[in-house]
């Protein structure tokens, strides 16, 4: 009986790559460059006689010689049995059971079951991609994801990097290639135009023509997916200090047109278009340049997405000529909030407190354009405007606008630093409530939020929460 399946025939006829391991000579990855706590959970894996490999981004980074944000692991461990191995773990996710392992300094590290294509098995090609919790092989863990460039696979009892889809080749060629059928992929999940246009822009990689001809044919399937994962991964596209590059891959492939049509009509006129995309460009080379070389500092999504609309609305309410005087800033401010609600908000499920700091920054613009000084190297605004509370975000706007139209460093972009946001590492690095740091090397995630710590008294007598005083 033949074994390969359906999905194994039809990469096979569009993919001329076979499985290929490199041994420790013949590629560049080193140990030493693995995280410590990554190499404990590989460890740990192997000599409980599972087995355990590095995956995805962190394989492709190391690969290419960058620092991987993250260290992810696969393994043929179910997650009853990673929970039985590591005690210092929790499980996570609806769509596929994740295991998280944490260490001390934040540290955590996510350890999945290999996993199949269920996606393949369905008689409906034209579907979206199905939720599915089917575990399966190395190879079928390969097949089933996005990219061939983090289809890779680093074991470290032999310090071999495995290989199934081409995507060793396409990362010494600086090739996106999605895995398998790129149209009937992209149908099954249209995040991966996303995902593909990312990787291209963060690497400087070339799109492959069968994958950027998908692209462009279903770009309209990017509104049929969640309005939360749309936002989630658009966030990743402009933090990270490749936006700039990223903004133009999505304006050459028509991404940017589609996620953002109020855009559209902008871009229909020749002339103004290209001053639209300019701006564009030069505002998120801004923001690639502070991200770049102002360590630790992070900007809230509220200036990210008034970065991303701030060419259309400039036009739109004529930002930098507004005179606001009586009920003007009011009216102003409820124009700006009306068209943010109904051409944006809506669409990305924007939390109503973004959607006022963004209107703040944008409402404020003429007030600090009227009051600039000639002289952008010092910092010589008003007595009465620094001490309004919109100034601190509204000038270090302001800053970064100046700065993509001149390309000179004004003194403002000092706020970015000063009480600037810190960066800090979402979702993997946070730990839990009530984590404690014994057992293992690694902090312990315990439930009951202050158990386990002294509690908090007041001079009430009742003390807090009912708690006596002492």
Not at 284 to 309: C, G, K, P, S
């Amino acid at each position: 009986m033949n074994s390969t399946t359906a999905f194994e025939q039809e990469f096979e006829q569009n993919n001329d790559s076979e499985r290929v391991v490199l041994s420790e000579k013949e590629h560049p990855i080193l140990e030493k460059d693995i995280e410590s706590e990554a190499l404990k959970v590989l460890y740990r894996l192997r000599d409980a006689g599972y087995a355990g490999y590095l995956v995805g981004g962190g394989v492709r980074d190391l690969y290419l010689g960058n620092k991987p944000k993250d260290f992810d692991i696969s393994t043929n461990a179910r997650p009853g049995q990673l929970r039985k191995l590591f005690r210092n773990s929790r499980t996570i996710g609806r769509r596929f059971r994740l295991v998280q392992v944490f260490f001390r300094g934040n540290k955590i590290i996510e350890v999945s079951t290999l996993r199949s294509r269920s996606e393949y098995d369905s008689h409906e090609p034209d579907k979206v991609l199905p939720a599915n919790n089917t575990f399966g092989t190395l190879e079928e863990d390969a097949y089933r994801r996005d990219l061939t460039i983090n289809s890779l696979f680093y074991e470290i009892e032999n310090n071999t990097v495995i290989d199934y889809v081409g995507g060793v080749q396409d990362l010494t060629d600086g090739i996106i290639r999605i895995v398998g059928e790129p149209e009937q992929r992209i149908i099954r999940d249209p995040v991966r135009i996303l995902r593909a246009i990312r990787h291209a822009a963060r690497n400087g990689f070339t799109i492959e023509e069968k994958t950027l001809e998908a692209i462009t044919k279903h770009l309209e399937k990017l509104d049929l997916c969640p309005t939360s994962r749309i936002r989630d991964e658009l966030l990743k596209d402009l933090r990270g200090g490749t936006s700039q590059a990223w903004v133009g891959l999505a304006l050459q492939t028509g991404v940017f047109a589609t996620l953002f049509p109020f855009y559209q009509e902008l871009f229909q006129h020749e002339t103004e278009g290209e001053a639209v995309k300019k701006e564009l460009l030069s505002l998120f080379a801004a923001l690639d340049n502070i991200e770049h070389n102002i360590e630790r500092v992070t900007l809230e999504d509220a200036m990210l997405f008034a970065i991303l609309l701030f060419p259309w609305a400039l036009r739109r309410f004529d930002l930098l000529h507004q005179e606001l005087k009586g009920q003007g800033y009011h009216r102003l401010s409820k124009a700006i909030r009306a068209d943010l609600d109904q051409l944006f908000a809506r669409r990305l499920n924007i939390k109503r407190a973004i959607k006022d700091k963004i209107t703040t920054l944008f409402v404020n613009m003429s007030s600090l354009q009227k009051h600039r000084t000639k002289d952008t190297s010092k910092d010589t605004w008003p007595a009465w405007l620094r001490r309004k509370s919109y100034f601190k975000d509204c000038s270090r706007f302001y800053a970064l606008y100046q700065e993509s139209i001149s390309h000179e460093q004004s003194a403002d972009i000092a706020h970015f630093v000063e009480d600037a946001p810190k960066a800090k590492r979402q979702e993997k690095t946070e730990r839990p409530v009530g984590a404690s740091t014994s057992g293992n090397a690694a902090d312990k995630p315990q439930r009951g939020g202050r158990r386990g710590n002294n509690p908090a008294f007041s001079s009430d007598k009742q003390g807090v929460f009912g708690l006596r005083t002492v």
